[in-house]
């Protein structure tokens, strides 16, 4: 028997991010795999047309997860007027963190000068980190732990990058076929985002989480991995390999089943979603997804074309930006929805108001 996840005490107060200077456009990227694409007589722009990514951006070499976290979630607090004495909990949701110990979230912590008497840890779960903690956050504030939250992340993509190109050009066992399992990589850009979550007695906006549901299908845990855990920064060399196609139509398919039980969680129908913002991924995996929902596109607010897949950051990226640029009056009613590798699928609903 599932549970269900509904909320009565629970608002969003407000999403911030940051984006790196840098910029990495897919065009440059495919001109240093100039050796790869000679030598398998691969057309250029090949890789904006399969993903519609034109860029992606990058962090300063050095720059570790934690410091740009501290940023991203003072930049939160600043824009929102909130005490950070209020805030019961701190939790880091990124695929990237600064070290396997300690959690990423404490350094994050101190910075802030948060209540010693708050809960401060990490947690990974792909791309849907930052979103993972939400719920988290939500469920201790409907319990009565605290009355406030920051979930906070950021992800670096230059490491996998430089490390991606340069195996693309190096392997000469590679093929047509078997380089696909690479090209996922090079979507990848970076990006840092944060959500502070309240009850409704302190609240300043009414931006309330109603609920919502989530979905797993583990048995396609292997479509989408690194060999090993590459946590740390620059010294670190990841390898990621995806199964692109597979992991889209799967990924899509359970987020069908998780969308059903999100209206019955929600009470919603189709028609009384007015915007969602959702995990960017690819150009082809957007079109899938809403002709399966039965949604119309233009509900969404997509970033990719010029910050590609930033992992757990996408999310609330976009829905910052989003928000930020007038794309959601008042009293809209907003729909989450990510799908990460593993495979599992979440959607909450958001009444919102200001």
């Known amino acids: 028997m599932s549970y269900r996840m509904r909320y009565s005490n629970v608002c969003i107060e407000a999403f911030a991010y940051c984006l790196p200077e840098e910029i990495v ?42 410091q740009q ?5 003072q930049k939160l607090l600043e824009q ?4 950070p004495k209020k805030i019961g909990a701190l939790i880091h949701g990124s695929v990237c963190r600064d070290y396997l110990e300690p959690a990423t979230a404490c350094s994050v912590h101190r910075a802030l000068n948060l209540l010693p008497t708050g809960f401060v840890y990490d947690i990974s779960n792909a791309c849907l980190g ?7 956050i939500a469920d201790m504030i409907e319990l009565g732990r605290i009355e406030a939250g920051i979930v906070v992340g950021t992800e670096s993509s ?28 090079l979507t990848i850009g970076s990006g840092s985002a944060a959500v502070l979550l309240t009850h409704r007695n302190v609240s300043r906006t009414g931006n309330r989480l109603l609920g919502g549901a989530v979905h797993a299908e583990t048995q396609f845990c292997d479509l989408c991995k690194s060999e ?68 119309p596109p233009e509900l969404n607010f997509s970033t990719l074309e010029y910050l590609g897949n930033t992992g757990s950051t996408a999310l609330p990226t976009a829905a910052a930006i989003g928000i930020e640029s007038g794309f959601v009056p008042s009293g809209s009613r907003v729909a989450l929805f990510g799908i990460g590798s593993g495979i599992n699928v979440v959607a909450l609903g958001i009444e919102w108001i200001s």
């Open 130 to 136: 930052i979103v993972s903690g939400m719920i988290q």
């Open 228 to 295: 090993t855990d590459q946590s740390g920064g620059d010294a670190m060399r990841p390898l990621m390999e995806t199964d692109s196609e597979t992991l889209m139509k799967e990924g899509v398919a359970a987020g069908a089943r998780c969308f059903e039980r999100f209206l019955a969680e929600t009470g919603w129908t189709h028609n009384d979603i007015d915007k969602t913002f959702c995990h960017q991924v690819g150009r082809a995996h957007e079109k899938l997804l809403f002709e399966t929902l039965n949604l």
């Open 80 to 83: 929102t007027g909130f005490e």
């Open 158 to 185: 230059r490491s996998l990058m430089e490390t991606t190109i340069q195996y693309l050009n190096a392997d000469l066992s590679l093929t047509r076929k078997s380089v696909k399992s690479a090209f996922a990589s």
């Open 69 to 73: 976290s501290i940023l991203t979630a």
């Open 25 to 66: 456009t897919t065009e440059s990227l495919e001109k240093r795999c100039e050796p790869l694409y000679r030598r398998l007589n691969l057309p250029e722009g090949r890789l904006e047309a399969l993903t519609g990514i034109k860029e992606r951006r990058i962090w300063k070499a050095g720059k570790t997860p934690g």
